[in-house]
């Protein structure tokens, strides 16, 4: 019997390239906010307003997002979920379609980081400090873009399966929850985040493509991957 891999292929919308420089422009539209430290003191206000709110609990809930999905473990996990996927789900094609899909989703932002070298807010204007001062690039957030890789290719993989909608609100709340972290703590300002959705849109619509049209099928002409 054939077996059908989970990642055969990937959502693929007609109307990808478009949706991809639509996605690219908004990406750099909002990484221009980084230019203007006007805006940048407007937004860290939303910063001041989540950590002034802060207690010992949220304190934890918040390092442990911002530890869990740091790029140590955020390797770590995807790697886990890989070694899972080709042990336990016996697809090759799946454990390289789901690390191939969460890297697209995540290493763009290090282009970005390059390209605008936004500052990071400074931490010493909050009343409770939860993490140390970071220091590389602001815009856009990779913690946030990981969240939503990861996220995307757990549901992805659950789709036609009854975890479904678990995959699915296990997306929308780790996005959330990780978002919310990184604002608290201060790593990140709000346009930081928003600009991680467009770059993780951005790096999913190409793999997309590419893998539908090249990558899957030239996989699985091979026996390894068949």
Request: proline share 3%; hydrophobic share 50%; net charge neutral.
């Given at each position: 019997m054939t077996?059908?891999?989970?990642?055969?292929?990937?959502p693929?919308?007609?109307?990808?390239?478009?949706?991809?420089?639509f996605g690219l422009i908004l990406a750099l539209v909002?990484?221009?906010?980084?230019?203007?430290?006007?805006?940048?003191?407007?937004?860290?206000g939303i910063n001041q307003s989540l950590n002034s709110a802060g207690n010992g609990f949220?304190?934890?809930?918040?390092?442990?997002?911002?530890?869990m999905y740091s790029p140590k473990f955020a390797v770590i996990l995807t790697a886990v979920c890989m070694l899972l996927l080709w042990l336990f789900g016996r697809s090759r094609l799946d454990a390289i379609g789901f690390g191939a899909t969460v890297a697209m989703g995540w290493l763009p932002a290090e282009a970005f980081k390059i390209m605008f070298n936004e500052p990071r807010a400074n931490i010493s204007g909050l009343v409770n400090q939860?993490?140390?001062?970071?220091i590389d690039s602001s815009f856009p957030s990779g913690h946030v873009c990981f969240a939503l890789g990861f996220g995307f290719a757990i549901y992805f993989l659950a789709r036609n399966s009854r975890f479904r909608v678990a995959a699915l609100v296990f997306w929308i709340v780790s996005v959330l929850v990780e978002a919310w972290a990184?604002?608290?703590?201060?790593?990140?300002?709000?346009?930081?985040?928003?600009g991680s959705l467009f770059t993780t849109t951005?790096?999913?619509?190409?793999l997309s493509y590419l893998w539908n049209k090249w990558i899957s099928q030239k996989l699985q002409s091979t026996k390894f991957f068949a």
């Open positions: 077996r059908v891999h989970r990642f055969n292929r990937l693929h919308l007609k109307s990808w390239l478009p949706l991809t420089i909002t990484g221009l906010v980084g230019n203007n430290a006007g805006l940048l003191a407007n937004e860290f949220l304190n934890a809930v918040a390092t442990f997002a911002s530890e939860v993490m140390p001062q970071e990184r604002l608290y703590v201060g790593a990140h300002y709000l346009s930081d985040e928003i951005v790096g999913i619509l190409v």
